[in-house]
């Protein structure tokens, strides 16, 4: 292995947030960003009359912010999200804010799918779109599986009812915003210059 090789070897991963400089004021300017943009984005919401679980932009905005940031800011991100939103910040979905509610499992989701998402795009899962979309998907079916079974105690329903308000409406909207996600990310890296490994 020559010099080259090993320094790459031993260089962290990157992920987008990595290619600007700063460090710590820029984790922190990207940890309040990644939230805010998760906020702004719940705010496009469509009610569905036959759930309490609205369609929102959240989704691609975790998915997003998860690849961009990292598992560590993208955690950070959704977590900052959480609290802020429990504290009585209007930004959850609907301009609702606090604890509980037929949709905070959704929102619990969140923080764990950043993390994995993030920790895929690290090893380069959001480079191509081919790489991206499992990745997305598997971020979107970690959001379903912490927000079903919240949607279902919440509502003292079944499981199997709780999928069928909580997930099946959502799927055609969701492949979609995965599949944006996962062409989004890999646009970015070509704009943002030479392909890091």
Not at 1 to 12: C, H, I, L, V, W
Not at 85 to 99: C, E, H, L, M
Request: aromatic fraction near 8%; include cysteine; hydrophobic fraction near 55%.
């Amino acid at each position: 292995m020559s010099t080259t090789q090993a320094a790459t070897a031993a260089a962290p991963r990157a992920v987008l947030a990595d290619l600007l400089p700063g460090e710590l004021v820029r984790d922190v300017l990207l940890v309040l960003g990644g939230a805010c943009f998760v906020g702004i984005m719940a705010q496009i919401s469509v009610p569905l009359p036959w759930t309490p679980v609205p369609l929102t932009g959240q989704t691609l905005a975790v998915l997003c912010v998860g690849a961009a940031l990292g598992p560590v800011r993208g955690g950070a991100s959704m977590i900052l999200y959480l609290l802020v939103g429990v504290a009585g910040i209007p930004w959850f979905a609907d301009g609702q804010s606090g604890w509980g509610g037929p949709s905070f499992g959704y929102i619990i989701g969140f923080i764990v799918s950043a993390i994995v998402v993030g920790a895929l795009a690290e090893r380069g899962a959001d480079r191509t779109p081919g790489k991206a979309v499992p990745a997305m998907l598997l971020g979107t079916v970690i959001i379903y599986a912490f927000g079903v079974p919240w949607l279902a105690a919440s509502l003292d329903i079944s499981l199997a009812k709780a999928i069928d308000l909580g997930a099946r409406p959502f799927v055609g909207g969701d492949l979609i915003k995965l599949a944006l996600a996962a062409g989004l990310l890999p646009a970015a890296w070509r704009l943002a210059g030479p392909k890091r490994s």
